[in-house]
């Protein structure tokens, strides 16, 4: 069984910068489809990043291309959000998720995603 677990959320002033990390445990392929989602109150979870991480191969939300950046780390199935110049309007509990089996072709796809996370709170103070 897949687990995810974040961390790294916080408080930061806009223009500011923070870095979310999302371990998978239990994942037993060789790469990963893994990806951020966020959700803001009232508002729908919305797809921002995703990577495959045999490839290396990312995927961005227009909201957040240029500012964040995800990235495959040297542990095995650990990737990282670095958001930076965050706006107000990011502020939105962040979700890991993966897809798995992980199939690049259906990577950045965000219906696909079928594991989740538990969350991690950013709130960006304007």
């Known amino acids: 069984q897949v687990e995810l677990m974040e961390s790294g959320g916080g408080s930061v002033q806009a223009g500011g910068s923070l870095t979310l990390s999302c371990v998978a445990s239990?994942?037993?392929?060789?790469?990963?489809?893994m990806g951020w989602f966020r959700q803001a109150p009232g508002k729908e979870r919305e797809g921002i990043a995703a990577?495959?991480?045999?490839?290396?191969?990312?995927w961005y939300d227009n909201a957040v291309s240029g500012r964040f950046t995800i990235s495959r780390e040297s542990a095995r199935n650990t990737v990282s959000l670095r958001m930076n110049n965050l706006e107000a309007g990011d502020s939105a509990t962040y979700i890991c998720?993966?897809?798995?089996?992980?199939?690049?072709?259906?990577?950045?796809?965000?219906?696909?995603?079928?594991?989740w996370g538990q969350g991690t709170q950013v709130t960006v103070a304007s």
């Open positions: 998720a993966a897809l798995s089996p992980p199939s690049e072709s259906r990577c950045g796809l965000w219906d696909a995603f079928t594991i």
């Open positions: 239990g994942y037993t392929y060789s790469s990963a489809c």
């Open positions: 990577i495959y991480t045999g490839s290396g191969t990312t």
